[in-house]
């Protein structure tokens, strides 16, 4: 069983991912209100993926027999000043998840619980995709600011291998 320490991240961990899950389904909205069906299909993704990353975390407290305990999920951010502003916070999100991810991995290896360890490099490894699809979805953002469609022709273009799709 996980150490209580780690069960304890672990359920933070969870909200946070639920929590990510609310906004990046709101950021999808926003574009989706802007009439950006490449934008809102790509944050729409990006929800469901934030929702599978929770329910890992879920079924591994689960199958160790661990406490689950599921916390409240804020509102969302709705209104931005531009169509570049939800990529930024999209982008800062993913830094903050990648050092409570960390966190987590050194819990579990300050611990002993190489169990916990070895579940949380998958969560290591995903985050460095992670920062870096939205990094390049922000580069592009800031590049072609005044045209905002070359976005959406991007994301047509590119949309696949920058969300890692096969």
Do not use: C
């Not at 961990?13 to 009439?35: M, P, S």
């Amino acid at each position: 069983m996980p150490s209580e320490r780690f069960v304890e991240a672990l359920n933070d961990q969870i909200g946070r991912e639920f929590n990510a899950a609310h906004q990046y389904t709101a950021l999808a909205a926003y574009y989706d209100r802007l009439t950006f069906p490449r934008l809102a299909k790509f944050f729409f993704g990006q929800a469901e993926e934030e929702r599978g990353h929770a329910m890992k975390m879920v079924g591994y407290l689960r199958d160790t027999g661990a406490d689950l305990h599921l916390g409240q999920v804020s509102a969302p951010k709705t209104e931005f000043a531009d169509h570049v502003e939800p990529i930024k916070l999209a982008l800062e999100h993913e830094h903050k998840v990648t050092v409570s991810i960390s966190a987590l991995f050194e819990i579990a290896r300050d611990t002993n619980d190489y169990a916990s360890e070895s579940f949380m490099q998958w969560f290591v490894d995903e985050q460095v995709e992670e920062e870096s699809t939205m990094d390049a979805l922000l580069q592009v953002a800031e590049r072609v600011r005044e045209y905002p469609m070359m976005l959406e022709e991007f994301l047509a273009r590119d949309g696949d291998e920058l969300a890692g799709s096969d």
